[in-house]
């Protein structure tokens, strides 16, 4: 493991790795015998959505979105797309993304992807963290664990875009 002085581990590797075995069961159920499109919400969800693209037994293709939100600086929460998906229209679509916050993120991304008028829209977040919601009734589909509100990184997720690479997941010290 990587250990690193301003960091404190939340949720062990093994621990994901015991949750995306439950994750995959429950959505290979959901889409048992559909052609699904998977939608990886980059950059964060990169480390989660293969992990369990390999978990899962229904055929897929896998397509990106890219986002870029400005919430951080200017309290807007104004969203703008870095990278659109391909066709979905009548396609059984999963959208894999790294945590639910606020919601603005989720919320956007339903939006933009409702209107390419897919058969079926449905979102996995690796982790949710429902004290921080400001959008009411947003929330994802499948969710990987509930966390109680702290700032974390690795597995996918990043503070400065460090931190990505852990096979972990820790809160900054100094949190939120
Ligand atoms: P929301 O729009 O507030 O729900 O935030 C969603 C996006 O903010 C996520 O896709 C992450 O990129 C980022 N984010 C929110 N909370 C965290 C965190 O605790 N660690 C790292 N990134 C976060
Ligand atoms: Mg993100």
Do not use: W
Request: net charge negative; hydrophobic share 45%; charged share 25%.
């Amino acid at each position: 493991m990587q250990t690193h002085d301003d960091i404190t581990e939340m949720i062990s590797a093994s621990t994901i790795n015991a949750r995306l075995d439950e994750l995959a069961a429950e959505i290979d159920a959901e889409f048992a015998g559909e052609d699904v499109i998977i939608i990886c919400v980059l950059r964060g969800a990169m480390m989660f959505m293969t992990d369990m693209v390999r978990r899962l037994n229904f055929p897929m293709e896998i397509d990106f979105l890219q986002l870029k939100s400005y919430e951080e600086t200017t309290s807007t929460g104004e969203i703008t797309l870095l990278k659109d998906v391909g066709d979905i229209s009548g396609k059984h679509v999963l959208v894999f993304e790294d945590i639910v916050d606020t919601g603005n993120t989720l919320q956007f991304i339903l939006q933009h992807l409702a209107a390419k008028n897919p058969a079926r829209l449905k979102t996995c977040a690796l982790l949710d963290n429902p004290a921080r919601r400001q959008i009411a009734g947003i929330a994802p589909d499948f969710t990987g664990f509930a966390i109680p509100n702290k700032f974390v990184v690795g597995y996918g997720l990043d503070y400065n875009e460090k931190y990505r690479n852990l096979s972990y997941i820790a809160t900054i010290n100094g949190g939120k």
